[in-house]
């Protein structure tokens, strides 16, 4: 017991890599995306209700207090907060009919927990698979946080075919803007936070998001939060169908790797396979470097080169990758606790002659 607080009074004091405050390290906080609630789809980002109340269950089990986003969001500015001891954050995606039939009567109503609904709002009232205004509204004058999701859902970092660079800037402020305004309009309350459609962006797409009036923007990346997440950076868990319960609730757990200096950027367009991929850990200080790894797409558990006065750690790429996004993930055990922690990144991949295309579909799957 001495030993080990005297290793973490150690840590704290040698460690110029630490990026922690004295009482956050173990601070994870996960937010949860889910989509479309629905027993018989074979879609695969949509899961029974069965399925969804055995994961409510297995927060309440594990000691997890759903917070607003709105929370999160304080807590990331430095604003001070009440937090929980495990605390989660709740959100359903784009705005099909099952956010309000099933997502809304069991999270909200038959469990109590707050969440946020992200909503593109070509989609509102379009099909009989997608919510109404009315319905939008119940749910907001209910207490439902509604927050965006742009106007059409197509990503945002992708430029239409022979688009000037003017005109797609133009473009996505209009996606940024004008959807934020029709929300407010319906809801008659203040929107401040989007979601990234797909989780895709880059660093001009945030700085877009920043001007347009937004306060924090969610990502699709795979990973938990702390103090330390950018507001326009926060990362979620995709819910899906192939997720198994065991899987949840070890996600739920997984402690934030906090990395920056990605290579290729997050979001960025390459258009061939990188010969090396890499990153600067900065709370290095906190894992076992030898447990390092590097996951991309289906290449997992790659050991790459780590120089430990900066933090820099690389791989090279064994081979040709053949889908169009792809995640990069880090992964590597806590040097305390051996707990597992993990960072990702998106990066996209476009063979040179392809044009720029359309999206599939509104509300198409995250991530392609
Ligand atoms: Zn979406």
New binding site residues.
Partial sequence: MIKSILLLFLLGLTSPLCCFGADTGDLSIPVLCYHQFDAASRAPYAISPATLRAQLNTLKRKGYTPIPLSRLVDLLYGRPVNLPKRPVVITV??GYRSLYTLGYPIIFKEYGFPFTA?I?TDIVGRTKEAVTWEEMEEMAAAGVDVQG?TKS?HPLTRRNLGEVEESYRARIRQELGESKQILEAHLKRPVTCL?Y??GIFDEAVEAMVKETGYLAALTCNSGNNDRATGPYHIDRRIVGRRLSLARFEINLEILPLDVTDLTPAEGEVVYATPEVVSARILNLDRVVATSVRFHIAAQGGIVPAIDPATGDAFCRVPKPLSKRVHEVAITARDRLTGEPRQASWIFIIRPPKDTERRPRTE?AI?GE
């Fill in positions: 995606d784009d992200f593109y999701h859902h979601a459609p797909y509300g995250e």
